[in-house]
């Protein structure tokens, strides 16, 4: 029967025991056996608000007091302290100031906003008596903002409810009556400290929370070690607990920057702590182990190296971690062949090693036994999760031989990993320029160097972006692809297609799609003008059989050969031959012209060095210049698209022509015909100015438009 009510009692968070051990003790609760509840009585004793009792016990099946539950809500808050100035305040009658909770529970009355309790309707607290469900689940939720008016009214069907859709009540089913459990009320207040109001976690007061999810690898004293980070942080209450480590969540800190607590990130079904636990799989489309870590679902969806797959796709030797919040189970096949450099603590039981120039990569709990039985100095094949932890160490044998690649960039190298990539500290060492860009497999053998050689392949096709596929191969869902070093979605590429000659790379993966894409960008460092000086190629050719001395001045050249004229010859220039090879003049022999050429970009300067590439003045061009500046290095002339009309533009980025569309930069240069110069404001200062329109592409991308009345 649903009951009307907004009087009740209700108060706030979990104690434990009147009775407690100091709060520097470390240990684990010896009653504790199961791994959630082990977890999340952890959290809290870190944050203190569980302690326990004199014997070391949390009494996980023991039922929970009112007064209990409110010394719990207020530490969880982060006012334990301010408890002590309302313990000889008498608000209940039977909440004399002898009590041991009675600063708890009259200040959970006397707190205003947000409003938690007010007693019983007899005007009484009953701090002995058992704290029902409906009265927990409502003074939690009050605690994180939510008023009468947000449950409908109805008590406690209405609170409950709100504490399913937020997922505070994950893990407990229980009805509003029914009395809780110590490690049920555990439960709920991780579910609030990881889920909170808005799905962002609560945070006590005092605290702040991190601003990035990160894995907690170990607590050894006052010490926590994270992910990614070399150095300890310091712990406010002592652990050696190895119940959080390798789960995923965010830490609280104080205001001296010492964490408070770890508060790992929960399904917001079970409630159950998202692991970074990780299986290494025995056998091809194997599934052996990983309902250890779903806890026997099987209905999740399987990514594999960042992109949506099956069951049917995973390797051997695939690990495979799993994320109870999405139920989502994530498959990665890198695995990296290292030089040993370093570890810490020790090469026993690490916790993290160095490889790859001093890179850091955390080890999981359950990686430490197979990389024990290897010694810095040695090598060795590492086997990464798809975030980048160490899941294992095996020989350098066939069957687990290291594959992994990387993308350079800037001279920097990342190594790909599941969807993540990690960038390698290459201590000491220089990447090849001629690398930028470019694929590359990642090994090394010493300390001093890594192994980086390009890989290609893979591709037959052109890239069709709006069919999203490759050739004849479908893309795969969230497909990587690098443009020049960059990473990119398929939506980011503004080309329609794609040219096979511009994919350096293709990875096709089990499920027979294209899961990896490195693209050569076509602009990279490239640049688009006019040409407005180019002396015509050709060359000097001896004329013999004359009878006299004689010299010629050829059109478009000054340039003669510095040479004495042979009896009965001369030189005469030979326009139109193409880029030869000068040669030595001589009788009967013949001298290549060299041409200078200028681009206009509409800079301040054009670009002008002596060129071997066959251009005319007027031409529109593409070129770039060599690393030196003194040269060009590629120069082409523009496809030209003439007589398009105003009618075919889409919008401002876009023409139809031919059947194609070609993508319009807002950057394009426009050019002048009329005036003999450039127009700023790119293709809205082109359509504006009207008269017939030409443009000059590559690779589907307008780069230069020209514009006359």
């Given at each position: 029967m649903k009951?009307r009510?907004?009087?009740l009692?209700l108060?706030?968070v979990?104690m434990l025991?009147a009775?407690?051990?100091?709060?520097?003790a470390a240990?684990?609760?010896?009653d504790v056996?199961?791994?959630k509840t082990?977890?999340n009585?952890?959290v809290?004793?870190?944050l203190?608000?569980?302690?326990?009792n004199?014997?070391?016990?949390?009494?996980?099946?023991g039922l929970?007091?009112?007064?209990?539950?409110?010394?719990?809500?207020?530490?969880?808050m982060?006012?334990?302290?301010d408890a002590?100035?309302?313990?000889t305040?008498?608000?209940?009658?039977d909440?004399?100031?002898?009590?041991?909770?009675?600063?708890?529970?009259?200040l959970?009355?006397?707190?205003?906003?947000p409003?938690?309790?007010a007693g019983l309707p007899?005007g009484?607290?009953?701090p002995?008596?058992?704290?029902?469900y409906?009265?927990?689940v409502?003074?939690?939720?009050?605690?994180?903002?939510?008023?009468?008016?947000?449950?409908?009214g109805i008590?406690?069907?209405?609170?409950?409810?709100?504490a399913k859709?937020?997922g505070v009540?994950?893990?407990?089913?229980?009805t509003?009556s029914?009395?809780?459990?110590?490690a049920?009320a555990?439960?709920?207040?991780?579910n609030?400290l990881?889920?909170?109001?808005?799905g962002?976690?609560?945070?006590p007061?005092g605290?702040t929370?991190g601003d990035?999810?990160v894995t907690l690898?170990?607590?050894?004293g006052d010490k926590?070690?994270i992910?990614?980070e070399?150095?300890?942080?310091?712990?406010v209450?002592?652990?050696?607990?190895?119940?959080?480590?390798?789960l995923?969540?965010?830490l609280l800190?104080n205001?001296d920057?010492?964490v408070v607590t770890?508060?790992?990130k929960?399904s917001s079904?079970?409630g159950?702590?998202?692991?970074n636990?990780?299986v290494i799989?025995?056998?091809?489309?194997?599934?052996?182990?990983?309902s250890a870590?779903?806890?026997?679902?099987?209905?999740?969806?399987?990514?594999?190296?960042g992109v949506l797959s099956?069951?049917?796709?995973?390797r051997?030797?695939?690990?495979?971690?799993?994320?109870?919040?999405?139920?989502?189970?994530y498959a990665c096949?890198?695995?990296v062949?290292?030089?040993y450099?370093?570890?810490?603590?020790?090469?026993?039981?690490?916790?993290?090693?160095?490889?790859?120039?001093?890179?850091?990569f955390?080890v999981l709990?359950?990686?430490q036994?197979s990389?024990?039985?290897?010694?810095?100095?040695?090598?060795?094949?590492?086997?990464l999760?798809?975030d980048?932890?160490v899941?294992?160490?095996?020989e350098?044998?066939?069957?687990?031989?290291?594959?992994?690649i990387?993308i350079v960039?800037g001279?920097?190298?990342?190594?790909?990993?599941?969807s993540?990539?990690i960038d390698l500290?290459?201590t000491g060492?220089?990447?090849d320029s001629?690398?930028?860009?470019?694929?590359v497999?990642i090994s090394?053998?010493?300390?001093?160097s890594?192994g980086?050689?390009?890989k290609?392949?893979?591709?037959?096709?052109?890239l069709?972006?709006?069919?999203?596929?490759?050739?004849?191969?479908?893309?795969?869902?969230g497909v990587?692809?690098?443009?020049?070093?960059?990473?990119?979605?398929?939506?980011?590429?503004t080309?329609v297609?794609?040219p096979q000659?511009?994919?350096?790379y293709?990875?096709t993966n089990?499920?027979?799609?294209i899961?990896l894409?490195?693209?050569?960008s076509a602009s990279?460092?490239?640049l688009y003008?006019?040409?407005?000086?180019?002396?015509?190629?050709?060359?000097w050719?001896?004329?013999?059989g004359y009878g006299e001395?004689?010299e010629r001045?050829a059109?478009?050249s000054?340039w003669?050969?510095d040479?004495?004229?042979e009896?009965?010859?001369?030189?005469?220039?030979?326009p139109g031959?193409?880029?030869?090879t000068?040669?030595?003049?001589?009788?009967?022999g013949?001298?290549?012209k060299?041409?200078t050429?200028s681009?206009?970009?509409?800079?301040?300067?054009?670009y002008?060095?002596e060129?071997y590439y066959?251009?005319?003045?007027g031409?529109f061009?593409a070129?770039?210049?060599?690393?030196?500046?003194?040269g060009?290095?590629q120069?082409?002339t523009l496809?030209?698209?003439?007589?398009?009309s105003?009618?075919?533009w889409?919008?401002?980025t876009a023409?139809?022509?031919?059947?194609r569309t070609?993508?319009?930069?807002?950057d394009v240069?426009c050019?002048?015909r009329?005036g003999g110069?450039?127009l700023?404001?790119g293709?809205?200062?082109?359509l504006?100015?009207?008269?017939?329109?030409?443009?000059y592409?590559?690779?589907?991308?307008?780069?230069?438009?020209?514009v006359?009345?």
């Amino acid at each position: 029967m649903k009951k009307r009510v907004f009087s009740l009692l209700l108060a706030l968070v979990l104690m434990l025991s009147a009775a407690a051990i100091p709060a520097s003790a470390a240990e684990s609760f010896s009653d504790v056996t199961d791994k959630k509840t082990a977890q999340n009585v952890e959290v809290l004793r870190l944050l203190g608000v569980i302690e326990g009792n004199g014997a070391g016990q949390f009494n996980p099946s023991g039922l929970l007091t009112r007064a209990e539950f409110c010394k719990m809500v207020v530490v969880l808050m982060g006012k334990g302290s301010d408890a002590m100035r309302y313990k000889t305040v008498t608000i209940f009658p039977d909440v004399r100031a002898t009590h041991w909770a009675a600063g708890y529970i009259n200040l959970a009355v006397r707190q205003s906003e947000p409003k938690l309790l007010a007693g019983l309707p007899d005007g009484t607290f009953q701090p002995d008596s058992y704290i029902t469900y409906g009265q927990a689940v409502t003074i939690l939720m009050r605690v994180l903002g939510f008023a009468d008016k947000d449950s409908g009214g109805i008590w406690p069907d209405g609170y409950i409810n709100l504490a399913k859709s937020t997922g505070v009540s994950a893990g407990v089913n229980l009805t509003g009556s029914a009395n809780i459990t110590r490690a049920q009320a555990a439960q709920l207040f991780v579910n609030v400290l990881s889920t909170g109001k808005d799905g962002k976690g609560y945070t006590p007061a005092g605290c702040t929370k991190g601003d990035k999810e990160v894995t907690l690898v170990s607590m050894n004293g006052d010490k926590l070690r994270i992910s990614g980070e070399k150095d300890p942080k310091t712990l406010v209450r002592p652990s050696s607990s190895s119940a959080l480590n390798g789960l995923k969540g965010y830490l609280l800190t104080n205001s001296d920057g010492k964490v408070v607590t770890f508060v790992p990130k929960t399904s917001s079904t079970t409630g159950a702590a998202v692991s970074n636990a990780a299986v290494i799989l025995p056998a091809d489309k194997s599934t052996s182990g990983i309902s250890a870590l779903t806890d026997g679902r099987t209905d999740y969806t399987v990514y594999r190296n960042g992109v949506l797959s099956s069951v049917s796709a995973l390797r051997k030797n695939d690990v495979v971690t799993y994320d109870a919040v999405s139920n989502t189970v994530y498959a990665c096949d890198t695995r990296v062949t290292v030089y040993y450099e370093s570890c810490d603590p020790s090469p026993s039981a690490p916790v993290s090693i160095k490889v790859l120039g001093g890179t850091l990569f955390d080890v999981l709990p359950t990686a430490q036994q197979s990389l024990s039985k290897f010694k810095p100095g040695k090598t060795m094949t590492i086997i990464l999760t798809s975030d980048g932890a160490v899941a294992g160490a095996v020989e350098n044998d066939y069957s687990a031989r290291g594959n992994a690649i990387g993308i350079v960039s800037g001279g920097k190298v990342q190594l790909l990993c599941g969807s993540t990539t990690i960038d390698l500290s290459l201590t000491g060492m220089t990447v090849d320029s001629k690398l930028d860009g470019k694929l590359v497999s990642i090994s090394s053998s010493s300390k001093t160097s890594v192994g980086l050689y390009a890989k290609t392949g893979g591709v037959s096709g052109d890239l069709n972006v709006r069919e999203g596929t490759l050739g004849s191969k479908k893309l795969a869902s969230g497909v990587m692809i690098f443009d020049d070093g960059v990473l990119k979605n398929l939506s980011d590429l503004t080309d329609v297609s794609v040219p096979q000659s511009r994919i350096t790379y293709a990875r096709t993966n089990a499920d027979g799609q294209i899961d990896l894409i490195v693209l050569e960008s076509a602009s990279a460092n490239e640049l688009y003008g006019r040409i407005t000086v180019s002396t015509k190629q050709g060359k000097w050719v001896w004329k013999d059989g004359y009878g006299e001395k004689a010299e010629r001045n050829a059109t478009n050249s000054t340039w003669k050969p510095d040479a004495e004229f042979e009896a009965g010859g001369y030189w005469e220039w030979k326009p139109g031959y193409g880029p030869d090879t000068p040669k030595n003049p001589g009788v009967n022999g013949d001298y290549s012209k060299t041409t200078t050429v200028s681009v206009d970009c509409n800079e301040s300067e054009p670009y002008s060095h002596e060129c071997y590439y066959s251009v005319r003045s007027g031409d529109f061009v593409a070129f770039k210049e060599n690393s030196g500046k003194t040269g060009f290095s590629q120069m082409l002339t523009l496809d030209k698209l003439g007589e398009v009309s105003a009618s075919a533009w889409i919008g401002t980025t876009a023409v139809n022509y031919g059947g194609r569309t070609y993508t319009v930069p807002s950057d394009v240069l426009c050019w002048n015909r009329d005036g003999g110069s450039w127009l700023d404001g790119g293709a809205e200062a082109a359509l504006a100015y009207g008269g017939t329109m030409n443009l000059y592409v590559k690779d589907g991308v307008v780069r230069v438009i020209e514009v006359r009345s």
